[in-house]
């Protein structure tokens, strides 16, 4: 079965850099899938960030397009978020998932909170 | 980008009533290929979303038959019959026909 995890900091500070990493297991990353980070904001909004196919092409959000960097580490079936400049409006919980087309796999989220 | 708008906002609802729930969207979400590339997610308290629905009307590998996706081009509709207390938490409709993909507002089930 695909499992997918996130992991990294869960304070950021104002315009810093904001950086998880999606670790997946039961499955490669090359072999299949585009592989996708998406944020809930609090409330209810739901935003796709982005995605990494699995021949290493990246496609952005145009909203995150200057901030956003999504790549990947074959050799450890890790994909990574790197988002620049981060403000306040960038707390939320961040999620990776399997996508190709629907969203099948997800990780269990992240809540990353920007803040001095 | 395309906004896919949701009513209503929440729903309260008796177990074992239907619930209904609408996604409407800007443009046309039938892509040139013909398919249409609309999906239904739920977020049950505590968890990450969890796909319902994908092409419109496809129940993704062990979703109870009581979820049923319909509609085409932009209104689309996600009705649950005989809700259950396992239903609750909040429903997303989901377009990737058109880059940026994009969710809906969100509708939040409780149980009256």
């Known amino acids: 079965e695909i499992q997918l995890q996130e992991s990294g900091p869960g304070l950021v500070k104002p315009s810093q850099s904001l950086s998880l990493t999606c670790s997946v297991t039961?499955?490669?990353?090359?072999?299949?899938?585009?592989w996708s980070w998406i944020r809930k904001f609090p409330g209810n909004k739901m935003e796709w960030m982005g995605y990494?196919?699995?021949?290493?092409?990246?496609n952005y959000n145009p909203s995150l397009k200057i901030r956003i960097s999504i790549t990947r580490d074959t050799s450890k079936n890790q994909f990574f978020l790197q988002l620049n400049s981060v403000t306040t409006e960038d707390t939320a919980t961040y999620y990776c998932?399997?996508?190709?087309?629907?969203?099948?796999?997800w990780g269990q989220g992240v809540m990353v909170t920007v803040s001095s | 980008d395309v906004v896919l708008t949701q009513t209503p906002v929440s729903l309260s609802v008796t177990l074992g009533d239907q619930a209904s729930i609408s996604c409407r969207s800007s443009?046309?979400?039938?892509?040139?290929?013909?398919?249409?590339?609309l999906e239904w997610y739920l977020q049950k308290p505590g968890q990450s979303p969890q796909l319902l629905i994908y092409?419109?009307?496809n129940r993704f590998s062990g979703v109870p038959d009581r979820f049923i996706g319909s509609g085409s081009g932009t209104d689309f509709t996600l009705k649950i019959s005989r809700v259950e207390p396992e239903d609750l938490g909040v429903y997303y409709c989901?377009?990737?026909?058109?880059?940026?993909?994009?969710f809906g507002s969100g509708t939040k089930l409780e149980i009256k």
């Open positions: 092409g419109v009307s």
């Open positions: 998932a399997s996508s190709g087309p629907y969203f099948d796999y």
């Open positions: 990494i196919s699995n021949s290493g092409s990246t």
């Open positions: 989901f377009q990737a026909t058109h880059d940026p993909l994009t």
């Open positions: 039961g499955y490669t990353i090359t072999s299949g899938y585009d």
């Open positions: 443009q046309s979400l039938e892509y040139s290929d013909g398919y249409t590339y």
